[in-house]
């Protein structure tokens, strides 16, 4: 395995994939590691989470880096995705203890009934290389907590990344089998998932990788957890304050270059304000600094390959060539690296890319609609059904709105993030289950009926 950096084009190191037997050791490590950590009392697991927060921190510097180098996030954006995995490593050694108390139920005289919770066993975790920490502590914080152990794929251009994450348990005390990073390719992952001794997994990532894992585990009836791609709207109304909604939104579109699920992808804008807001949208697009993701003042970074760059940019042409407009940018930028130019596109008709399908990338699309109504059934015209966010300075209307909108989650006057204290995922294509929150850590769990006389 290769990890190239993506703003230069250079290698930076070369990973051995793990062997069949190194493969099958594994396996066995997190068998017998289970047996002993499902049994230790859970304010030892949150304490070891708690130590894990202070591993992060102490480290943030050197692991933002190395995102950086390996995937081109800006390393402003690396250090705040390497302190938001502290953050929910604090949460649930805070709060994981709570929310796994049984639940007591009416029962008859003389009787105790209750749903207790216990740890399945060991969980595969396939990751996506766009937020290569936060993705992994997203799952792991819960999981590991709640008494699973973890087995870690990892996206295959982020080994530097799996390595140091599993490194990171390991300086935080956790036993050995606990958590594990297999350096293995996407068609190996089948053969782990059947294995008997796998009892879960989760997938973030693509839909055809979702359908494969979700697949392999029904065939197996193993529980998934999946959290797939987006189109996700931003809606602007009438009466939206069109400076913080256009500010807002150039962010939305562009973090992480683009590539994130709850990026704002579609724009739907009323008509009474859509000149005024995408001529905003436009400047602060445009303004945005492209450049060297190790500098401190960048805002977009590469995407990750240079293959991805080409399929982004033949969404794009394909879109142009059905009739969208281009407002500013639209194609790779003229330098060295993987750069695409930060694109807005206008008039984009129905069914094209930019329409129908995710563009994982610094391209915002602009759709004018002429009530609030056609606002919603633009929002929801999509399979996808990830995040959502609505402009408004009337609460209760954005309230009213964001209940229309079929997603798994919807924001008023705000970005689409996910936060440890609230449930996140998806419905549609973009997935099912949920994760953070108490939905999250109560995803991997027997809820086990308890019932005595």
Not at 55 to 78: C, F, H, I
Not at 253 to 277: E, M, P, W
Request: hydrophobic share 40%; glycine share 8%.
């Amino acid at each position: 395995m290769d990890a190239i950096n993506p703003a230069t084009g250079e290698r930076i190191a070369t990973y051995e994939p793990d062997s069949a037997s190194e493969v099958e050791d594994a396996l066995t490590r997190a068998d017998e590691a289970f047996a002993d950590w499902r049994e230790r009392p859970i304010r030892e697991r949150e304490q070891l989470l708690a130590d894990a927060a202070e591993v992060l921190r102490a480290n943030k510097r050197d692991y933002a880096e190395l995102m950086t180098e390996e995937m081109g996030k800006p390393v402003s954006q690396a250090v705040s995705e390497v302190e938001k995995c502290a953050w929910v490593c604090d949460h649930y050694a805070e709060h994981a203890g709570a929310y796994l108390q049984p639940d007591g139920h009416p029962s008859p005289p003389g009787a105790d009934v209750e749903t207790v919770y216990e740890p399945l066993g060991p969980v595969l975790a396939v990751m996506p290389w766009n937020f290569p920490f936060w993705q992994v502590f997203r799952f792991a914080a819960p999981y590991l907590t709640a008494g699973n152990v973890g087995l870690l794929k990892h996206a295959s251009n982020v080994p530097g990344c799996a390595e140091a994450i599993e490194d990171v348990f390991r300086q935080a005390g956790y036993p050995e089998g606990v958590f594990q990073t297999l350096l293995i390719g996407s068609d190996e992952v089948d053969d782990v998932l059947a294995d008997d001794r796998v009892r879960a997994a989760t997938l973030t990532g693509s839909g055809p990788a979702g359908r494969a894992v979700a697949s392999t585990a029904g065939e197996n009836l193993k529980k998934t957890v999946l959290e797939l791609g987006g189109s996700d709207p931003f809606v602007v109304l009438d009466d939206a304050d069109l400076d913080e909604a256009a500010e807002t939104g150039a962010w939305a579109r562009t973090l992480n270059g683009g590539q994130s699920c709850i990026a704002a992808k579609r724009f739907v804008v009323h008509t009474d304000v859509y000149d005024a807001f995408v001529d905003r949208l436009v400047d602060e697009v445009a303004s945005l600094t492209v450049g060297d993701p190790t500098d401190e003042d960048t805002e977009v970074g590469p995407q990750a390959s240079p293959d991805l760059l080409a399929d982004l940019h033949e969404q794009v042409q394909q879109s142009i060539d059905a009739g969208a407009t281009v407002l500013t940018g639209g194609g790779p930028m003229d330098r060295e690296g993987a750069f695409y130019e930060p694109t807005v596109l206008a008039d984009v008709p129905a069914g094209c890319p930019a329409d129908s399908e995710e563009l994982f990338a610094p391209v915002a699309a602009v759709f004018e609609v002429e009530d609030e109504q056609a606002a919603i059934e633009k929002a929801n015209d999509t399979e996808f059904g990830l995040g959502a966010s609505v402009w408004t300075e009337d609460r209760e209307r954005g309230r009213r709105v964001a209940r229309e909108i079929d997603a798994g989650c919807t924001y008023v006057n705000q970005l689409v993030k996910s936060d440890p204290r609230v449930p996140f995922g998806g419905v549609g294509i973009s997935g099912y289950g949920r994760e953070l929150s108490e939905a999250g850590i109560k995803e991997f769990v027997n809820r086990k009926t308890l019932w005595v006389e």
